[in-house]
């Protein structure tokens, strides 16, 4: 089992940056691939980012790609998203996820999710 909880959420204007953290507890942080989901009110929940166990491998939405970072601490069992150019459309409740693979992420899918955190991006 792996505990997931996310901080860092808020309130922001268009452009501003603002970063996301996820501290995992439980199994061995880099046994998991890791990353982030969100999902806007009335909206289908989406992929957003993906961290491998392996430090540097990483993925992203399109929708996302050079505006957002993930990175990770595999020392200190923290995950990390990194948002700048935030815009209005960015409004979500970002969800911090775990899987051991993380094709698995990439697809949508993960065994373990955090409780969310919101994010609100004003125009």
């Known amino acids: 089992q792996v505990q997931l909880v996310e901080s860092g959420g808020g309130l922001v204007k268009a452009g501003d940056s603002l970063r996301l953290s996820c501290a995992a507890s439980?199994?061995?942080?880099?046994?998991?691939?890791m990353g982030w989901f969100r999902q806007a009110a009335g909206k289908e929940r989406e992929f957003v980012a993906e961290s491998s166990w392996s430090p540097g491998v990483a993925n992203y939405a399109e929708s996302v790609q050079g505006r957002f970072t993930i990175t990770r601490d595999n020392a200190g069992n923290t995950l990390y998203l990194q948002m700048s150019d935030l815009k209005p459309e960015d409004t979500a409740v970002y969800y911090c996820?775990?899987?051991?693979?993380?094709?698995?992420?990439?697809?949508?899918?993960?065994?373990?999710w955090g409780q969310g955190t919101q994010v609100t991006v004003s125009s």
């Open positions: 439980g199994r061995p942080f880099r046994d998991y691939a």
């Open positions: 996820v775990a899987d051991v693979a993380g094709w698995r992420i990439r697809a949508g899918h993960a065994d373990f």
